[in-house]
Nanobody, 115 residues
Framework: QVQLVESGGGLVQPGGSLRLSCAAS????????MKWYRQAPGKERELVAS????????FYAEFVKGRFTISRDNAKNTVYLQMNSLKPEDTAVYYC????????WGQGTQVTVSS
């Protein structure tokens, strides 16, 4: 049974930090590119960051460059998203995605940036 379980979301003040985690199971994690998407109310889901299966290459959306860092630990079947200097416009549900032979999604974790 494939599972992607996100954690680490919550309420944070502008300028603060959060670290999201996505624990994977049920598939060969090291053969999948991992991505973080987000979806704000009334908006389409958008790609935030991605990392290749071995972790040698990363991609960031322009709106998070320099603030967010994606990483993965293939020994732990986990991908992370370190989010620094958070802004109110970063408020969204953040989703973990695994892309390879198949396409898997997590259930999402809410991130709210507000004072």
């Amino acid at each position: 049974q494939v599972q992607l379980v996100e954690s680490g979301g919550g309420l944070v003040q502008p300028g603060g930090s959060l670290r999201l985690s996505c624990a994977a199971s049920g598939f060969t994690f090291s053969r999948y590119a991992m991505k973080w998407y987000r979806q704000a109310p009334g908006k389409e889901r958008e790609l935030v960051a991605s990392i290749t299966p071995i972790g040698g290459s990363t991609f960031y959306a322009e709106f998070v460059k320099g603030r967010f860092t994606i990483s993965r630990d293939n020994a732990k079947n986990t991908v992370y998203l370190q989010m620094n200097s958070l802004k109110p416009e970063d408020t969204a549900v953040y989703y973990c995605n695994a892309l390879g032979a198949y396409n898997y999604w997590g259930q999402g974790t809410q991130v709210t940036v507000s004072s």
